[in-house]
């Protein structure tokens, strides 16, 4: 259209620089950064905690959180205040519900924390595996009232777990939440760990990667000072969730892998830049200049300048790990799409598949069946064409050959024939989904 090639004449090409970006990125004394995802049973405190994190390391100011104190005493929901944070629109906050993905950002003095998800309400599945296919670990928050963690086990904690495990998040910290109306008691705590380290470890957790922190979001006991409860004295020596936070090791970027971004959003109609994406760098290095592959279309188009982290200042690169925006020039901006794939257009592009097999876990009975692929924010259409065989879950060893279905549970080889032809690759995190359930999570082999 007339707009769009208005936009291309007014988005000059720039020269690269040929910056050797990995021992540029190796000079620099950095933070570590680090993505999670929040999970659990609806109302076990999610959106509470997460709120309460941000406040206590000022990532939300007083005033602001005063006036949401004062919106959510008005309508009688006090305790709502510190999830409001979280949300921004006022029609969410009237229903006393969380819904959006709202990413938001925490720094403590080593780590710069992104919490990828708001959690919340019903339609939270699909945000959680777009979520957590970018986790570095999960906070898996729990209710340790009385009656409650059990009903939540029968509800989503357990579903949830597994599903990140499965997609390949493999550290988990398990928050235990709601300690005051617990009593802070110790033998609650740890009856809770007990079954709680059972399950994960099942799950597949190494247990290295397990960690528990009692807490109450609301009343920010443990979150990032010692809860002043003289109940909870028996943890005085144990670490707080943000000293359990700060543990996360620094994640192993691929830096020196090909690049490989997925596209989380396409901006349009900027002043400055007329057509911008943004998404993370999962692998490789990007700079300004440089030419890009955009996958499934094939299409080329120029990095013009970029952005790192959102501070909105222009950087001559990015490396993965890094949550980027690129000002693309030189494309149509019909061949962007959210889920799309950017590579490196000289070297090692990604290859769009019709089809791949899988090693999953089954959330539910699966046969030759209509499936939706899920690869973050990547969807797509397609089908179970074949069961291959069902694993051992601990070796991996095949435990029998083209079984008629697989059960609830088990883990399974499966072949997934697509509609489309997209660019996926070995190993990514996949989930099918099937009439709005998932119906099994694993890895792309
Ligand atoms: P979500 O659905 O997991 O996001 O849960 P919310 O954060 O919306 O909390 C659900 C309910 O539990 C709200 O009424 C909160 O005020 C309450 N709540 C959350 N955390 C705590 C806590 O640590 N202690 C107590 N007593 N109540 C809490």
Redesign the pocket.
């Known amino acids: 259209s007339g707009v769009q090639s208005l936009s291309l004449q007014e988005t000059p090409k720039v020269k690269s620089k040929n910056i050797d970006v990995i021992s540029e990125f190796k000079k620099i004394k950095r933070k570590n950064a680090a993505n999670f995802v929040v999970i659990?049973?609806?109302?076990?405190?999610?959106?509470?905690?997460m709120g309460r994190l941000l406040f206590d390391l000022k990532a939300v100011d007083q005033r602001t959180m005063d006036k949401y104190r004062k919106e959510a005493e008005t309508i009688g929901k006090g305790?709502?205040a510190?999830?409001w944070v979280l949300d921004q629109g006022t029609e969410e906050r009237a229903r006393g519900v969380?819904i959006d993905i709202a990413t938001n950002k925490f720094e403590t003095e080593k780590t710069s924390f992104t919490i990828l998800d708001a959690?919340?309400h019903r339609d939270f599945v699909p945000n959680m595996i777009a979520g957590a296919s970018q986790a570095d670990f999960a906070v898996l928050?729990i209710d340790a009232s009385t009656g409650n963690f059990e009903s939540g086990l029968r509800g989503q904690t357990k579903e949830h777990a597994l599903l990140v495990r499965s997609i390949g998040v493999q550290r988990i910290i398990v928050a235990v939440?709601?300690?005051?109306?617990a009593d802070w008691s110790q033998a609650r705590f740890e009856e809770i760990r007990q079954q709680m380290s059972g399950f994960l470890t099942s799950a597949g957790f190494q247990p290295k990667n397990i960690s528990f922190v009692p807490?109450?979001?609301?009343?920010g006991g443990n979150i990032l000072r010692r809860s002043s409860d003289p109940r909870s004295s028996w943890y005085h020596q144990g670490p707080t969730l943000v000293e359990e936070l700060d543990k996360s090791e620094p994640a192993t970027h691929a830096l020196d892998k090909p690049l490989r971004m997925t596209i989380g959003d396409v901006f349009r109609g900027g002043v400055q830049n007329p057509l911008s994406v943004s998404g993370r760098l999962e692998s490789g290095t990007v700079q300004t200049g440089e030419q890009v592959l955009v996958m499934p279309s094939g299409e080329k188009a120029q990095v013009r300048s970029l952005q790192v982290d959102d501070d909105g200042e222009p950087r001559d690169w990015a490396v993965a790990g890094q949550n980027v925006v690129l000002n693309l020039t030189d494309i149509d901006p019909v061949h962007l799409k959210t889920g799309d794939v950017l590579c490196s257009a000289s070297s090692s592009p990604i290859r769009n598949v019709r089809e791949f097999t899988a090693k999953v876990l089954a959330f539910d009975h699966l046969t030759p069946m209509a499936v939706d692929v899920h690869k973050g924010r990547l969807h797509v259409p397609g089908r179970i064409s074949q069961l291959v065989a069902t694993l051992d879950k601990a070796s991996g060893a095949v435990v029998k050959k083209r079984p008629k279905i697989v059960q609830p549970g088990t883990v399974a080889r499966v072949l997934v024939r697509l509609d489309d032809a997209v660019p996926l690759e070995a190993p990514s995190r996949v989930v099918l989904r099937s009439n709005g359930d998932t119906v099994a999570a694993g890895l792309i082999e």
Not at 40 to 49: I, P, R
Not at 177 to 181: A, L, P, W
Not at 215 to 219: A, F, I, K, R, Y
């Open positions: 659990g049973h609806v109302d076990a405190g999610k959106s509470t905690l305790s709502f510190f999830a969380t959690p919340g928050v939440n709601k300690m005051d109306v807490c109450s979001g609301l009343e």
